[in-house]
């Protein structure tokens, strides 16, 4: 609702429509916690019936695994509208009100508990999305929206075919979660179901080799965009893994899935290999999160308790940075710096407080103990370890290169003297008292989760061992 009030008012008011918006689906998401049991299955639930000959409902819920996805959606969904507020955009109002479309679509998919309803969500989030890139991305972007519109259709048809199939599997047509994941399926149909779900997650996440849209798609999109994309969007694909595929295809997941497991790291090392040569500062940033995100996919196709436990406090991490890089991207193009990273540096000198903010979140990213990006990371890896020393050791190598793209961007943009090619305009280097805060508020979430990862690991554990040990795949590891 406040998404097409929003689209329809003039820029001042739908900005704080807008921000009235995310914060109360933040507070809302926050009360339903105190509420929910972790130990416990679906709760809070809405359900009547909707296309009743089809066996469709109307079913919404919540548990541990999709609370925590909201808070994600919550934190994401703001700092987009925050970044929004501080851009040059035309047409703001319209821009806020897809931004929370977009938003809705996404939570929807995180509490459906009826896998057509889930469908339905999972194509709403694109329309927003498409729209957002082809009106406000850089000129000259139509061939990347098509692409990146082709890319994700052609997986969205594949898994609507295998969402038919479910539902019209068993003694009774429907596509409720307790009846999907109680089918028993033959190896065989579950082996192509999982191709056909996790080929329509591989290219949202997107997992090597279906993520030639990305680059492109990030460096031309509006930092806000961006920022939904890589801090939610495709948190979308990887919570539906572990939220659908796990239950519907649990042997094959076991066998067939161990492919994409070395297709996630395959893609980490090479988005970590590109993101070494990369000068554009945003083209970087996507490679980056490639291979951030290709790290959280292996954890969850590890079928190993600390490797899921590790891959959720993973996406946590990667949401704050994701907002926190992006936040400096925007700073850095309103002084003027441009995305060039060999025409910056010296800018710490001329402004200490925010060149240490951003040397923490480098760190961070680069998963230095006791900042976010470390326990789930560290999870990660000892999670690939006991499936197989050499592939932690090779996703190890991905760490290193990491380690290295990012002290050299910090580098470049950070330390030395202030390039003769930059030429500063009257507002650079200077941070609002609000920016001052937004990047404390980031900082203290890095040092929070990095601190205390143990709240995560808690409040999702349940239901990961819960939904392994129905599958009869829980493993000692």
């Known amino acids: 609702m406040f998404g097409f009030i929003a689209f329809s008012t003039p820029p001042k008011h739908s900005r704080w429509i807008?921000?009235?918006?995310?914060?109360?689906?933040?507070?809302?998401?926050?009360?339903?916690?105190?509420?929910l049991d972790a130990t416990q299955s679906v709760q809070h639930v809405f359900r009547i019936s909707w296309f009743k000959s089809a066996g469709i409902e109307f079913y919404v819920g919540m548990d541990s695994l999709s609370h925590i996805m909201l808070l994600l959606s919550g934190f994401t969904s703001l700092f987009a509208v925050l970044l929004a507020c501080r851009s040059t955009l035309k047409q703001k109002g319209r821009f806020f009100g897809l931004i929370l479309l977009m938003q809705a679509a996404i939570n929807g998919s995180f509490v459906a508990f009826d896998l057509f309803v889930y469908y339905i969500f999972w194509e709403l989030s694109l329309i927003p999305a498409i729209f957002l890139l082809l009106l406000w991305g850089a000129e000259n972007n139509k061939k990347t929206t098509l692409l990146f519109f082709l890319y994700t259709l052609a997986g969205s048809l594949l898994m609507l075919l295998a969402i038919i199939w479910l539902g019209l599997e068993g003694p009774t047509v429907g596509f409720s979660f307790e009846k999907i994941a109680t089918l028993n399926i033959s190896p065989s149909a579950q082996t192509w179901l999982l191709c056909a779900f996790v080929v329509a997650y591989a290219i949202k996440i997107p997992i090597f080799p279906f993520h030639t849209?990305?680059?492109?798609?990030?460096?031309?999109?509006?930092?806000?965009?961006?920022?939904?994309?890589?801090?939610i969007m495709l948190k979308m694909a990887l919570f539906s893994l572990v939220?659908?595929?796990?239950?519907?295809?649990?042997i094959a997941f076991e066998g067939v899935g161990q492919i994409f497991l070395w297709l996630s790291v395959a893609g980490v090392v090479y988005a970590s290999v590109i993101a070494l040569q990369q000068q554009e500062i945003k083209r970087l940033f996507a490679w980056s999160s490639m291979a951030h995100v290709g790290l959280i996919a292996a954890?969850?196709?590890t079928l190993n308790p600390t490797g899921l436990n590790g891959a959720f406090i993973q996406m946590t991490a990667h949401t704050i940075h994701s907002a926190a890089l992006l936040f400096i991207i925007l700073l850095l193009t309103r002084w003027g710096a441009g995305d060039q990273m060999n025409t910056m540096g010296g800018f710490r000198r001329k402004n200490p407080f925010f060149g240490g903010i951003f040397l923490l979140i480098v760190f961070s990213s680069i998963a230095v103990p006791l900042t976010a990006g470390f326990p789930g990371e560290l999870s990660i890896l000892i999670a690939l370890f006991s499936w197989n020393p050499w592939v932690a050791l090779l996703t190890g190598l991905s760490v290193i290169l990491g380690a290295v793209y990012m002290l050299k961007a910090y580098q470049s943009i950070m330390l030395g003297s202030l390039n003769s090619a930059f030429i500063p305009n009257e507002n650079s280097f200077h941070l609002s008292f609000s920016e001052k805060i937004m990047l404390l508020f980031l900082a203290f979430l890095i040092l929070f989760l990095g601190l205390f990862p143990q709240w995560v690991i808690d409040w999702v554990n349940t239901p990961i061992q819960e939904l392994l040990s129905k599958s009869n795949i829980l493993m000692q590891k």
């Open 18 to 35: 807008s921000l009235v918006s995310v914060w109360a689906t933040i507070g809302i998401a926050i009360l339903a916690g105190f509420t």
């Open 213 to 231: 849209w990305q680059a492109d798609t990030y460096s031309t999109s509006p930092l806000p965009l961006t920022l939904m994309l890589a801090g």
């Open 243 to 250: 939220r659908w595929v796990i239950p519907i295809a649990p």
């Open 299 to 301: 954890g969850i196709f």
